[in-house]
C-alpha cells in the first residue's frame, strides 16, 4: 500500500513537474523580483539605487498615474457593463429557435477572435474623421461625426464602440447558461401569466447570474489590461485622454526606463484587480443565485 | 360542469393562437435585429477588405464606394514587398508552432496528473495554479525582461517561445477539467493491462482528450499569433519581426497609405478567419468549458 503511495506521489511530481518549474520561473521568482525592484531605482543601464517607499510617494503625486487610472477606470465602467449588456442581448437572440442561427453565431462571435493590432490598425481607419466609415454612418442619419481619436472627448469613447464589437466570448458563455435553463421555469409563468418582460427579470436573470458573475470578473480584468488597442491607435493622446494605465506602466518601463517605478505601478495595479475581484466575490453572495438543481450544460461537440 | 369546461378550452385555444401570433411577430423581429446586429459586425471585416482593393486617391473619396473600380490586386503585392512581411510571417510561423508544441505537450503532461494521479499537497498546489491565473501577466513583464537581458536572451525568440514549455495555467484547468469527465475505468482496465502511467496518458488519455488538445492548439495560435506585447518588448532587429510588430512598423511608416495598411491588415488577419472557420466548434467547446467551473 504504502509503497504504491509513494510510486504515485513520485510520478505525480514528475508529471506535474513543468508547471512547478515555470511557477517558481515564471511566476514566483519575478514576483518577488518586482516586489524588490519597486523600491529600488532601477535604470537598466546604470547600477541600483535603493529609495525605499519612494517609488510609491511619487506615484501618488504623479498627476499622469491618476490620469491613467482615470481613464482606465472610465473605460472599464464604460466598456464592461455595455459589453455585458450586448452579450446578453445577442445571446437571447440567438438561443431562440431560429433557422440560420448558426451563421449569426459565428458572424457574433467572429470579432472577438481577432483582437490586436490588425484591427487596431481597421479601427484607426473606420474612425477617421474625415474618410472613415463611422462618420459616413452617422453622416447617414444627418450626424456630423466628431473628429474621434483626434479629440480628447471622444477618442475613449471610441475605443468604448470598438469593445462592443468584441463581445463574442461573454456572448458564449451567456449563450451556455441559457441553453441550461429549465424550459419548465417558462411554461409555468407563463401560465400564471407572467409577460416576458417578468419573466425576464424573475427568471432569466437570477438563473443567469453565475454566468454574469463570470463575465463580469473577467471583463474587469480584463478591461484594467488593455493595452494593444492604445497603443496602436493613440498611443495614449490627445493630451493624455486615452493614457491606459498598461500604457503608461509601459512607457515607463521601456521608453523612460525606470524600471522600479514601473514595478511599484505593477504592483498597484495587483492590489487594484485583487481588491475589485474579492469585492466582486463577496457581494456574489448577495445577487448570484445558484440552485444545485439547475444542471450545467454538457458540452457539445 | 361542461360550461367550465367551455371556458377553459377556449380559453386554452384564444391563448395559443395569441400565443403564436406573438411568436410569429417576435421571430420577425428578432430576424431585423439579428440581419442588422449582423452586418455590424460583418461591416469592419468589409470596410477593410473594400479599402484593401482600392487605388491610393479612391481611399479618399466621400462618400466611399464599397465596390473598388478598378479592383486593385497588387496592392497585396505592394504592402508584403514594402516592408518585408513575408519574413515577418516566417517569424510569426516559427514562433507560434513552436508556441503551439510546448504548450500543447507539458500543459497535458502537467493536467493529467492533477487529475489523475494522488500525490501529496495535490490541492493546495490546484489552487496555486488556479490563482495564477488571476496575476495580471505585467507584474512579472519587468524582472522577466531585467533577468532575460541578463541572460542575454533579448532579440531572441527564447522569451517568446521558452516559457511556453512550461504549462499554461489555463490550458492546464481546461484539460483537467475534461480529463475529470474521464470514466476511472478506462484507467483501471489499462492498469490491469499492465500499463504504467506514462502509457495510460499517452495511450488512453491522450486520444480521449483530443477535442480539447484541438481547442487548445487553436487558442494557444491565435494568442501568440496576435501577441503584440511580447515581441514589441523582447525583439529589436526588424529582421526578427513578428507579423504584429510588422504591421505596427507599417502603421507608423506609411500611416496615411490607407490601401497598404488595410492589405497589410486582411493579410494578418487572414489565417486566423481561417482557422476559425474551420474549427469554429472547439473554439466555442472551450469557452464554453472555461465558463462552467462555478
Same mark, same amino acid.
Given at each position: 500500500?504504502?509503497?504504491?503511495?509513494?510510486?504515485?506521489?513520485?510520478?505525480?511530481?514528475?508529471? =506535474?513537474?513543468?508547471?512547478? $518549474? /515555470?511557477? &517558481?520561473?515564471?511566476? !514566483? %521568482?519575478? #514576483?518577488?523580483?518586482?516586489?524588490? *525592484?519597486?523600491?529600488?531605482?532601477?535604470?537598466?543601464?546604470?547600477?541600483?539605487?535603493?529609495?525605499?517607499?519612494?517609488?510609491?510617494?511619487?506615484?501618488?503625486?504623479?498627476?499622469?498615474?491618476?490620469?491613467?487610472?482615470?481613464?482606465?477606470?472610465?473605460?472599464? =465602467?464604460?466598456?464592461?457593463? $455595455? /459589453?455585458? &449588456?450586448?452579450?446578453? !442581448? %445577442?445571446? #437571447?437572440?440567438?438561443?431562440?429557435? *431560429?433557422?440560420?442561427?448558426?451563421?449569426?453565431?459565428?458572424?457574433?462571435?467572429?470579432?472577438?477572435?481577432?483582437?490586436?493590432?490588425?484591427?487596431?490598425?481597421?479601427?484607426?481607419?473606420?474612425?477617421?474623421?474625415?474618410?472613415?466609415?463611422?462618420?459616413?454612418?452617422?453622416?447617414?442619419?444627418?450626424?456630423?461625426?466628431?473628429?474621434?481619436?483626434?479629440?480628447?472627448?471622444?477618442?475613449?469613447?471610441? *475605443?468604448?464602440?470598438?469593445?462592443?464589437?468584441?463581445?463574442?466570448?461573454?456572448?458564449?458563455?451567456?449563450?451556455?447558461?441559457?441553453?441550461?435553463?429549465?424550459?419548465?421555469?417558462?411554461?409555468?409563468?407563463?401560465?400564471?401569466?407572467?409577460?416576458?418582460?417578468?419573466?425576464?427579470?424573475?427568471?432569466?436573470?437570477?438563473?443567469?447570474?453565475?454566468?454574469?458573475?463570470?463575465?463580469?470578473?473577467?471583463?474587469?480584468?480584463?478591461?484594467?489590461?488593455?493595452?494593444?488597442?492604445?497603443?496602436?491607435?493613440?498611443?495614449?493622446?490627445?493630451?493624455?485622454?486615452?493614457?491606459?494605465?498598461?500604457?503608461?506602466?509601459?512607457?515607463?518601463?521601456?521608453?523612460?526606463?525606470?524600471?522600479?517605478?514601473?514595478?511599484?505601478?505593477?504592483?498597484?495595479?495587483?492590489?487594484?484587480?485583487?481588491?475589485?475581484?474579492?469585492?466582486?466575490?463577496?457581494?456574489?453572495?448577495?445577487?448570484?443565485?445558484?440552485?444545485?438543481?439547475?444542471?450545467?450544460?454538457?458540452?457539445?461537440? | 360542469?361542461?360550461?367550465?369546461?367551455?371556458?377553459?378550452?377556449?380559453?386554452?385555444?384564444?391563448?395559443?393562437?395569441?400565443?403564436?401570433?406573438?411568436?410569429?411577430?417576435?421571430?420577425?423581429?428578432?430576424?431585423?435585429?439579428?440581419?442588422?446586429?449582423?452586418?455590424?459586425?460583418?461591416?469592419?471585416?468589409?470596410?477593410?477588405?473594400?479599402?484593401?482593393?482600392?487605388?491610393?486617391?479612391?481611399?479618399?473619396?466621400?462618400?466611399?464606394?464599397?465596390?473598388?473600380?478598378?479592383?486593385?490586386?497588387?496592392?497585396?503585392?505592394?504592402?508584403?514587398?514594402?516592408?518585408?512581411?513575408?519574413?515577418?510571417?516566417?517569424?510569426?510561423?516559427?514562433?507560434?508552432?513552436?508556441?503551439?508544441?510546448?504548450?500543447?505537450?507539458?500543459?497535458?503532461?502537467?493536467?493529467?496528473?492533477?487529475?489523475?494521479?494522488?500525490?501529496?499537497?495535490?490541492?493546495?498546489?490546484?489552487?496555486?495554479?488556479?490563482?495564477?491565473?488571476?496575476?495580471?501577466?505585467?507584474?512579472?513583464?519587468?524582472?522577466?525582461?531585467?533577468?532575460?537581458?541578463?541572460?542575454?536572451?533579448?532579440?531572441?525568440?527564447?522569451?517568446?517561445?521558452?516559457?511556453?514549455?512550461?504549462?499554461?495555467?489555463?490550458?492546464?484547468?481546461?484539460?483537467?477539467?475534461?480529463?475529470?469527465?474521464?470514466?476511472?475505468?478506462?484507467?483501471?482496465?489499462?492498469?490491469?493491462?499492465?500499463?504504467?502511467?506514462?502509457?495510460?496518458?499517452?495511450?488512453?488519455?491522450?486520444?480521449?482528450?483530443?477535442?480539447?488538445?484541438?481547442?487548445?492548439?487553436?487558442?494557444?495560435?491565435?494568442?501568440?499569433?496576435?501577441?503584440?506585447?511580447?515581441?514589441?518588448?523582447?525583439?529589436?532587429?526588424?529582421?526578427?519581426?513578428?507579423?504584429?510588430?510588422?504591421?505596427?512598423?507599417?502603421?507608423?511608416?506609411?500611416?496615411?497609405?490607407?490601401?497598404?495598411?488595410?492589405?497589410?491588415?486582411?493579410?494578418?488577419?487572414?489565417?486566423?478567419?481561417?482557422?476559425?472557420?474551420?474549427?469554429?466548434?472547439?473554439?466555442?467547446?472551450?469557452?464554453?468549458?472555461?465558463?462552467?467551473?462555478?
Amino acid at each position: 500500500m504504502f509503497r504504491v503511495s509513494q510510486r504515485e506521489n513520485i510520478v505525480g511530481f514528475l508529471f =506535474i513537474s513543468p508547471w512547478i $518549474l /515555470g511557477f &517558481l520561473l515564471f511566476t !514566483l %521568482f519575478p #514576483m518577488i523580483y518586482s516586489f524588490v *525592484l519597486a523600491f529600488y531605482d532601477w535604470n537598466p543601464f546604470g547600477s541600483p539605487v535603493w529609495t525605499g517607499v519612494k517609488n510609491y510617494i511619487t506615484l501618488f503625486n504623479d498627476p499622469l498615474f491618476w490620469q491613467s487610472l482615470k481613464v482606465t477606470t472610465i473605460y472599464s =465602467i464604460g466598456s464592461v457593463p $455595455l /459589453g455585458l &449588456l450586448v452579450a446578453l !442581448l %445577442f445571446a #437571447m437572440l440567438l438561443n431562440r429557435e *431560429l433557422v440560420g442561427r448558426g451563421i449569426f453565431r459565428t458572424i457574433f462571435y467572429m470579432p472577438s477572435l481577432v483582437s490586436g493590432v490588425a484591427i487596431s490598425v481597421v479601427w484607426l481607419w473606420i474612425f477617421n474623421s474625415e474618410f472613415g466609415l463611422m462618420n459616413w454612418i452617422l453622416s447617414k442619419f444627418g450626424i456630423k461625426g466628431p473628429q474621434w481619436l483626434m479629440s480628447t472627448t471622444w477618442a475613449l469613447p471610441a *475605443l468604448i464602440i470598438m469593445s462592443l464589437w468584441g463581445t463574442g466570448n461573454s456572448m458564449l458563455i451567456f449563450l451556455a447558461g441559457l441553453q441550461g435553463l429549465p424550459k419548465e421555469f417558462y411554461e409555468v409563468a407563463e401560465l400564471d401569466g407572467a409577460n416576458s418582460f417578468q419573466r425576464f427579470w424573475k427568471i432569466t436573470l437570477p438563473l443567469l447570474s453565475p454566468s454574469l458573475f463570470f463575465n463580469l470578473v473577467m471583463g474587469v480584468i480584463g478591461s484594467f489590461q488593455t493595452f494593444t488597442q492604445a497603443y496602436v491607435m493613440t498611443q495614449g493622446g490627445p493630451l493624455y485622454s486615452t493614457l491606459f494605465y498598461i500604457l503608461y506602466l509601459y512607457k515607463n518601463g521601456f521608453q523612460y526606463f525606470k524600471m522600479g517605478y514601473a514595478s511599484a505601478l505593477a504592483w498597484v495595479l495587483f492590489g487594484i484587480i485583487l481588491a475589485l475581484t474579492l469585492l466582486i466575490f463577496k457581494s456574489s453572495s448577495i445577487w448570484v443565485y445558484y440552485e444545485a438543481e439547475v444542471k450545467t450544460p454538457e458540452v457539445k461537440r | 360542469m361542461i360550461i367550465v369546461q367551455d371556458i377553459t378550452e377556449s380559453s386554452i385555444n384564444k391563448f395559443l393562437g395569441r400565443k403564436s401570433m406573438r411568436k410569429l411577430v417576435g421571430d420577425i423581429f428578432c430576424y431585423i435585429l439579428l440581419i442588422s446586429i449582423g452586418i455590424a459586425m460583418l461591416l469592419p471585416f468589409l470596410w477593410m477588405i473594400s479599402s484593401s482593393l482600392k487605388s491610393r486617391g479612391d481611399v479618399f473619396i466621400f462618400p466611399p464606394e464599397w465596390i473598388p473600380k478598378p479592383i486593385r490586386w497588387h496592392n497585396y503585392v505592394e504592402a508584403m514587398t514594402t516592408v518585408p512581411f513575408g519574413r515577418f510571417i516566417k517569424n510569426s510561423i516559427q514562433i507560434t508552432i513552436l508556441v503551439i508544441i510546448g504548450q500543447v505537450v507539458s500543459s497535458s503532461l502537467v493536467a493529467f496528473g492533477f487529475a489523475r494521479l494522488r500525490f501529496i499537497g495535490k490541492n493546495i498546489l490546484f489552487m496555486i495554479l488556479l490563482s495564477t491565473m488571476m496575476i495580471p501577466y505585467h507584474v512579472t513583464l519587468i524582472p522577466l525582461f531585467i533577468t532575460f537581458r541578463k541572460i542575454g536572451w533579448i532579440n531572441t525568440f527564447k522569451p517568446l517561445i521558452i516559457p511556453a514549455y512550461f504549462g499554461s495555467p489555463f490550458f492546464i484547468f481546461l484539460l483537467r477539467q475534461y480529463i475529470m469527465t474521464i470514466p476511472l475505468a478506462f484507467d483501471d482496465a489499462a492498469k490491469i493491462d499492465g500499463c504504467g502511467y506514462f502509457q495510460l496518458f499517452y495511450k488512453i488519455i491522450v486520444p480521449l482528450i483530443k477535442p480539447v488538445l484541438i481547442t487548445i492548439t487553436i487558442f494557444s495560435f491565435l494568442w501568440t499569433w496576435n501577441d503584440f506585447m511580447g515581441p514589441l518588448i523582447y525583439i529589436n532587429d526588424m529582421e526578427k519581426f513578428t507579423v504584429t510588430l510588422g504591421l505596427n512598423l507599417f502603421r507608423y511608416s506609411y500611416g496615411t497609405e490607407w490601401h497598404l495598411l488595410m492589405a497589410a491588415s486582411t493579410i494578418a488577419l487572414l489565417p486566423c478567419l481561417v482557422i476559425f472557420f474551420i474549427a469554429q466548434r472547439y473554439i466555442i467547446g472551450g469557452i464554453v468549458l472555461s465558463g462552467l467551473k462555478q
